[in-house]
């Protein structure tokens, strides 16, 4: 059974930082392209940052410089450190792997708010 299961979500000020967790289990973690989308209110879900197999990130023009993708292997899990969070960030955050099958998290809803 696969399960991808993120954390970290929450409430934070505007300027304020936030570190979000997905911990995959059931897949052959190594081989997935790991992903994070989000989708706000009334949006439809738009992709945030990748991260491949080989080691290759990518990441949208709108979090560049502010949001980095890593991932550990041995801990089958991905992360998301969220810098500089501004209003335009509050979203459901979505844990994604792709390979032969795609998998998708159930979410964790960051707000950015004073």
């Known amino acids: 059974q696969v399960q991808l299961v993120e954390s970290g979500g929450g409430l934070v000020q505007p300027g304020g930082s936030l570190r979000l967790s997905c911990a995959a289990s059931?897949?052959?973690?190594?081989?997935?392209?790991m992903g994070w989308y989000r989708q706000a209110p009334g949006k439809q879900r738009e992709l945030v940052a990748t991260f491949t197999s080989g080691g290759r990130s990518n990441y949208a023009d709108s979090v560049k410089g502010r949001f980095t993708i890593s991932r550990d292997n041995a801990k089958n899990t991905v992360y998301l450190e969220m810098n500089s969070l501004q209003s335009e960030d509050t979203a459901v955050y979505y844990c994604n792997a792709k390979w032969r099958s795609s998998w998708w998290g159930q979410g964790t809803q960051v707000t950015v708010s004073s």
């Open positions: 059931g897949i052959s973690f190594s081989m997935y392209t």
